[in-house]
Antibody, heavy 118, light 112 residues
Framework: EVQLVESGGGLVKPGGSLRLSCAAS????????MTWVRQAPGKGLEWVGR??????????DYAEAVKGRFTISRDDSKDTLFLQMNSLKTEDTGVYYC?????????WGQGTLVTVSS | DIVMTQSPDSLAVSLGERATINCKSS????????????LAWYQQKPGQPPKLLIY???TRESGVPDRFSGSGSGTDFTLTISNLQAEDVTVYYC?????????FGQGTRLEI
């Protein structure tokens, strides 16, 4: 069974940094393309970014709203996906989901809440 | 960016009836080389992550009840839920994966 478990969320001040992790199991993580999707409180879904697998150069793509501030990386030896978030803004507040990427998204993790507030 | 627009924003339905949700993309998500529509549908219940229902516009994900069906091509798509059950009353999103940035519709809430 595919499992994705996010961690690292919490309360951070505007301008601060946070690193999210996603521990994967139940599938060959090194073959997978992975994506982060976020959801602001009471709002819809927003794609954050994607990382391809090693065979595809671990290429990353990002939404314009986070480009230059967020970085997605992976450690295939530990079956773990990361999201480094710098220069955080209040509008970055929300639940961040780690998702397997087949073009479509799924399965999804349960998410981790990031709150950016002074 | 491809803008995804769902209609309606909310829909009042009766149990046992059919619900129809529409999704329109600002440009075609049909890839001519493989004749596939790069369009997915998700269901999200309160406090839970989204769940994949449909991909390639009409292919049902494993385990999804056959009362859920997807149709459409190009820029206009529909999610149909037949014989509506109480557990289906929640929020639904469409999403295009034709090009980055991948984008979602604003969501449609089903209500009793």
């Amino acid at each position: 069974e595919v499992q994705l478990v996010e961690s690292g969320g919490g309360l951070v001040k505007p301008g601060g940094s946070l690193r999210l992790s996603c521990a994967a199991s139940g599938f060959t993580f090194s073959d997978a393309w992975m994506t982060w999707v976020r959801q602001a409180p009471g709002k819809g879904l927003e794609w954050v970014g994607r990382i391809k697998n090693k065979d595809n150069g671990e290429t990353t793509d990002y939404a314009e709203a986070v480009k230059g501030r967020f970085t997605i990386s992976r450690d295939d030896s530990k079956d773990t996906l990361f999201l480094q978030m710098n220069s955080l803004k209040t509008e970055d507040t929300g639940v961040y989901y780690c998702v397997t990427h087949h073009g479509w998204f799924g399965p999804w993790g349960q998410g981790t809440l990031v709150t950016v507030s002074s | 960016d491809i803008v995804m627009t769902q209609s309606p924003d909310s829909l009042a339905v009766s149990l046992g009836e059919r619900a129809t949700i529409n999704c329109k993309s600002s440009q075609s998500v049909l890839y001519s080389s493989n004749n596939k529509n790069y369009l997915a549908w998700y269901q999200q219940k309160p406090g839970q992550p989204p769940k994949l229902l449909i991909y390639w516009a009409s292919t049902r994900e494993s385990g999804v009840p056959d009362r859920f069906s997807g149709s459409g091509s190009g820029t206009d798509f529909t999610l149909t839920i037949s014989n509506l059950q109480a557990e289906d009353v929640t929020v639904y999103y469409c999403q295009q994966y034709y090009s980055t940035p991948f984008t979602f519709g604003q969501g449609t809430r089903l209500e009793i």
